[in-house]
Structures are given as structure tokens and as C-alpha cells.
């Protein structure tokens, strides 16, 4: 994995880190606070929907794949929900794959604005690792009431060499109440600082957002029940520990493994050579740099999108090219008054052409899909002619300031 390929994946996943984050900044607290208000309102609904999107969006957000297995164990009868903890992404896993908001037992230090407000909604049971408390009460109850609750029993310690969990603290075995393993393994394209050994929540953040491209594994294991044959809830947790285990040595071990896309043909590289290469050269022998830079630019993100197409090299180009068709179309060029007017109308065409190309591409991915020659030919084409008629026109103004 030392190519350049693969360097310029992890690069792109730094370039994209900042926006990634902006974006998961924006989308969890435009969440809190509608969720704030949803809940003032009383509805409830409305905002497990909400918790439901705000999860989808983050799982986007992350660049996480899921696969799943065993979902057919899933069960709304009462029950503890037991699930090893890798990273603070576990929640977002735990609720995509149940479709339902799960309540917790989360660490009280968590519980403070504006984040005890999805605690509050969820109904999540608060509790201090450090003291012993009420906590087996509460699961007792919730149990009672026919309720579930979600727990990480290996309370996010580190794992000890040779072991794929950190040991299990009895709490959510105590009650004795029927239990659901879930086991998660996280394999990362290039990051292996994933888990919480020597990791902080926002060096798990930037770890995580900067990977950008990492395939999960789930597998819910069947319900299980305590066993007349245990000598204590200590029996119970040992169980379910090695159940656990076991099932985590069959997953992929969480090492880097890229995963890459179907690349494009030959017939790619043939028009990524004669339009944004050739362009973004003859735009830097008439000194035309803005447009030079743009088209280089544009031509590494799709060679890359295109050749070694992986989440980040992909999402990088679908950002570079709107912002090349957009310094096409508002680039500044001193054009004589007396051609202004029709230098707007070109533009305002173009734009009107370019969301009709923007349109069709769109519906294309949802219903029909293009081949590779008729993506080339129906979006690559109309959106480099605004470049052609920029040169052009660059050229002409260049010959009109010289012999006039």
C-alpha cells in the first residue's frame, strides 16, 4: 500500500478532513437543538425519526460501509443489549442496525448540555464507573417494564495484548436477565489508531474522519438466557464473554485494508488527456493561470477518481468539478463594454444548460445508468465548454488590448 495511488487516498482524506468535520459539527448540533424542541413539543416520533437520519448522516459522514449478519436475532422482547466498544461511532452502528433509537447506560460525565439532552430523549440510566450505585436497579426495572437497554460492559478500557476485548464488568450480568451479543470490528483503509487504548474522544474523531473509508462488521449473536447450570451472574458474563470473543476471531482482523472500486478504461484516460490536460496546458502557455490551475487540479482528482477509485478519491473530484464548472462560469475577465452584455448572456446559458446537465446526471444514477462514453459525451463535454469559450475569450481580449 505504499503506491502513489494509495498516498494520494490518504492526502485526499486529509483535504476532505476539514469539511467532514464541519459537516458532522453542523448536522449534531442542528440535531441536539431539533431534538430539543421535538421533544418540548411532545413528539416523539418525529424525533426517534430524527435520531434514526441524524445516525444515516453520521454513518455517511465517517465514510463507514456496514455489514451486517445475524439481524434476524434481533428482538423487541425485554432484554440487556451487550456490545464490545471499539470507538464513540459504536452508538451510530448500534442504532443504523436496529432502526430504533437504543437507550444506554452512559457515563454521568457525558451527561451535561447540550449533551444530556439525546440522554433525556433516549431515556439512557447515567452511572459513575467509579462508584457503585444504583445502575442494577435500573436495568432490573427497565427490563421489568418490558423495556431494553444498551450497554458496553468492557467500559471502553483497554484491550490486553492477545485478547480481542478488555475483560467484562459484571453490571449488566447481575440482574440476570436475558442478554443479545452484538460484536462490531472496524477494518480502516489507512488509519490504525482506532480504538480507545491511549486515544481521547477527539483523537478518535479526527482519526476516524480522516480515514474516510472503513468497512464495518456487525453480527448479532442469538438471545441469550441464564442458565440454571451457572454458579452466579459471574458464570453468566464469562459466557458471554467467550461467545463474544469467539465470534470477533471470525470477522477481518482490523488491520488496514483498502478497498477499491472498479476502475474506468482506457477510453478515460484518452479524454481526461485531450480535455481537462490539454485545456489546463494551453491556458498555461496563453498565461491564462486561473483557468491552468483549475484544469490541473481538475485532471489529478479525475484520474484518480477514475483509476483508483476509492471514498476519498471519489468524493474529492465530486468537490473539485462543480468548483471548476463554477470559476468556469464566474472567472473575471476585463471584456470591453461594449461585449458585456453578451459575455452575461453566454453565461447565463451555460448556467441554465449546466443544470439541465446537473438534472439528468442526477436522475441518471437513480434509474438509468450511463455507460462510460455516454457520461464523457452528455457531462464531461457541455461542462468544459464554458473552459473553451473562457480561452477564446481570453485570447481575443489579450489581441483587442494589443492592437488597439
Given amino acids: 500500500m505504499d503506491s502513489i495511488n494509495y498516498q494520494f487516498h490518504k492526502f485526499a482524506g486529509y483535504l476532505l478532513y476539514p469539511l467532514r468535520l464541519l459537516m458532522f459539527v453542523i448536522s449534531s448540533c442542528l ?16 424525533g426517534d425519526s430524527l435520531i434514526l437520519r441524524y445516525a444515516k448522516l453520521s454513518i455517511t459522514s465517517f465514510g463507514l460501509t456496514i455489514h451486517s449478519e445475524g439481524l434476524e436475532h434481533l428482538t423487541d422482547k425485554p432484554c440487556v443489549i451487550v456490545c464490545n466498544h471499539i470507538s464513540f461511532i459504536d452508538h451510530f452502528i ?16 457525558y451527561n451535561v448540555f447540550p449533551l444530556n439532552i439525546p440522554f433525556k430523549v433516549l431515556k439512557s440510566i447515567s452511572c459513575n464507573p467509579q462508584k457503585k450505585g444504583n445502575v442494577v436497579e435500573k436495568i432490573k426495572q427497565r427490563v421489568k417494564e418490558g423495556g431494553q437497554i444498551s450497554i458496553y460492559p468492557d467500559g471502553c478500557n483497554i484491550i490486553p495484548e492477545g485478547k480481542l476485548m478488555p475483560p467484562f464488568r459484571s453490571g449488566a450480568f447481575v440482574p440476570k436477565e436475558p442478554i443479545l451479543p452484538i460484536v462490531i ?81 482506457g477510453l478515460t484516460m484518452k479524454y481526461l488527456l485531450w480535455i481537462p490536460l490539454t485545456l489546463a496546458l494551453i491556458s498555461h502557455c496563453i498565461r491564462f493561470y486561473y483557468c491552468a490551475i483549475i484544469h490541473y487540479l481538475l485532471f489529478i482528482s479525475s484520474y484518480f477518481c477514475h483509476y483508483y477509485p476509492t471514498k476519498n478519491t471519489i468524493l474529492f473530484d465530486r468537490l473539485v468539478a462543480p468548483y471548476a464548472v463554477y470559476g468556469g462560469l464566474f472567472v473575471s475577465l476585463d471584456i470591453p463594454d461594449g461585449y458585456i452584455y453578451y459575455d452575461h448572456y453566454v453565461r447565463c446559458m451555460y448556467l441554465a444548460m449546466m443544470c439541465v446537465v446537473g438534472i439528468s446526471f442526477f436522475m441518471s444514477k437513480l434509474y438509468i445508468n450511463y455507460t462510460e462514453k455516454e457520461h464523457i459525451m452528455k457531462v464531461w463535454i457541455p461542462g468544459y465548454s464554458m473552459i473553451i469559450y473562457n480561452i477564446l475569450v481570453y485570447v481575443g481580449i489579450n489581441l483587442f488590448n494589443k492592437f488597439d
Avoid at 454458579?231 to 467467550?242: L, V
Wanted: hydrophobic share 30%.
Fill in 31 to 46: 440535531s441536539i437543538t431539533l431534538l430539543y424542541i421535538l421533544d418540548s413539543l411532545g413528539c416523539k416520533k418525529l
Fill in 94 to 109: 448500534t442504532t443504523y442496525i436496529q432502526n430504533k433509537p437504543p437507550s444506554f447506560i452512559a457515563n454521568e460525565k
Fill in 185 to 265: 470490528r472496524y477494518v480502516p483503509s489507512s488509519n490504525t489508531n482506532m480504538n480507545w487504548n491511549d486515544n481521547t474522544l477527539l483523537s478518535l474523531l479526527k482519526s476516524c474522519l480522516q480515514d474516510g473509508s472503513m468497512e464495518v462488521y456487525v453480527k448479532v449473536l442469538p438471545l441469550q438466557e441464564y442458565k440454571d447450570s451457572y454458579k452466579s451472574h459471574e458464570d453468566y458474563r464469562d459466557d458471554i464473554y467467550a461467545l463474544m470473543t469467539n465470534e470477533l476471531s471470525t470477522l477481518p482482523k482490523q488491520e488496514p485494508n483498502l478497498v477499491v472500486d472498479k476502475s474506468s478504461t
